[in-house]
């Protein structure tokens, strides 16, 4: 006979600094402005349509978290763990998210104006029908991501790796490609209008 193990979720305790520990718990309507969290580990917990503003979360925890429908904006996410994050419905507003790793994050639905992914990454992560320009995702890994029907104006991807992405009827008008590996990519309908195409691996390249 199996026996079944449920995590049971707890409202969280105010103590939001660096390195502490609030995993498993619950803040609904959360607001955390000018704090500085770093190394805090929040996995697997809910802060669901939270308002994080100017918040230091790099180096946190977050496999797992649920913070759909949230605003989080101008914060540092460099280098946090947001494996299997609900991303879903975020404005993202001037965040860094450099050395981030967001495999199995869901994001449907997010915007990303201006945010840095710089050396994140976001293998096989589904991009499809969010909203990043002018986003930087220089030397990302992009592995058989979903970029499709997403707008990118005037996004980086120098040096991103992009093999066997999915970029067909995006917007990329104004961006760059400039290095990147698109081998194997879908760009079917992709806007390249203005867009550095010294890229290599594929044959709109012209790298």
């Known amino acids: 006979m199996k026996t079944s193990h449920h995590v049971q979720t707890k409202f969280c305790p105010y103590n939001f600094s660096s390195n502490s520990n609030l995993t498993n718990c619950t803040v609904y309507g959360l607001v955390i402005h000018d704090k500085n969290m770093k ?3 929040l996995s697997g917990s809910i802060f669901t349509s939270a ?3 100017n918040v230091n ?5 977050l496999q797992n978290t649920t913070l759909r429908g949230s605003v989080i904006a101008s914060t540092d996410l460099s280098y946090a763990d947001l ?4 991303l879903r419905g975020i404005n993202f507003y001037h965040s860094n998210l450099e050395g981030a790793d967001l495999r199995g994050a869901k994001i449907t639905g997010s915007i990303f104006p201006s945010v840095n992914f710089k050396d994140a990454n976001l293998q096989g992560v589904v991009f499809s029908h969010t909203k990043s320009e002018l986003a ?3 030397d990302a ?3 058989g991501a979903d970029m499709s029907q997403a707008e990118l104006l005037g996004a980086i991807f120098t040096g991103a790796d992009l093999e066997g992405a999915d970029l067909h009827n995006s917007d990329l008008a104004g961006g760059s490609l400039a290095q990147a590996n698109l081998s194997g990519a879908n760009v079917g ?4 209008a203005g867009v550095d195409l010294s890229c290599h691996g594929h044959q709109i390249c012209t790298g």
């Open 39 to 41: 190394g805090a580990n």
């Open 141 to 143: 890994n992009l592995q």
């Open 189 to 192: 309908g992709l806007d390249t």
């Open 51 to 53: 308002d994080i503003y």
């Open 136 to 138: 930087s995702f220089l």
């Open 57 to 61: 979360l790099s180096h946190t925890n």
């Open 83 to 86: 494996r299997g994050a609900d």
